[in-house]
């Protein structure tokens, strides 16, 4: 079985590119390196997958290269590629947002399109909700966004949807909620304050860290994303993955310090443009039909990111 994976540099991507490697199948990864954190970053999160000989990696751009070929080599596609993150979201940004979101994954749907029969699993985001209208959420909630990065995560759904209903084309979204662990993206929350943790550093935390997410370690963020893959209900289907409790800034802030062995120091800064009171997935639907169970807990996972994160720091002295 071969899979394409794209964004297979990213946190999320290079996971799972080792995940899908290490029960053999073959991946061809696909990364364009844009530039919302730097490419030597990235070009470690591939150093386990280049190990591989079933591992090919091709640089491209979804938005502007050719895919068909990609698509028609590939039993399924993992399409986690995107331009992440609310707060970067507005401004002159957006059309970065609007051709790394929207526009590359029309391409990628258009390239499904002529090959039935394979499965698309798409990387949503809870960022679809907003101030959702009530917690925990569930798919049949009405979709406010509450920033460009949102409305754009969104309007991919809405076209796998559409690919779905007209084309038949086997489109699964999911709707991933904050999601941590080793290779998170430095600008990222726990890796900013693990970060800290190890260097001893005070932090920067916008609103006063009652806001409560529901954290979700990548390896059950794995889990779910593969099934999604081979589940046969799944097609055409939109699921949230959670990782089954809603925790607040403020104790996550806590149990760093409680593990790091010293309390951080912390500033606070108003709420920023597209900051979201809380999130909570209701997971029903996918522990029915996809078998999903949230296992990691957000203090062992901030244990295993901490771990990682003083790793990395020790290579990199």
Known sequence: MRALVTGCAGFIGSHLTESLLEDGLEVVGVDCFNDNYERPEKLRNLEHARDWDTFDFVPLDLSRGRLHDLVADSDVVFHLAAEPGARPSWGARFEAYLRNNVLATQHLLEATRAEPGK???????????????????TEGTTPRPFSPYGTTKLAAEHLCSLYHGNYGVETVSLRYFSVFGPRQRPDMAFAIFCRAAVEGKAITVFGDGAQTRDFTHVEDILRATRAAALAPRAAGRVYNVGGGSRTSLAEAIRLIGELSGSA???????????????TGADVSRARAELGYEP??????????????TRGSAALAA
């Open 119 to 137: 499965r698309f699993v798409y990387a949503s985001s809870s960022s679809v909700y907003g101030q959702a209208e009530r917690l925990p959420t």
């Open 264 to 278: 951080l120091s912390v500033n606070h800064l108003p709420a920023q443009a597209g900051d979201v009171l809380a």
């Open 295 to 308: 296992r990691m807990d957000v203090a062992s996972g901030l244990a295993a990111q901490l771990d990682w």
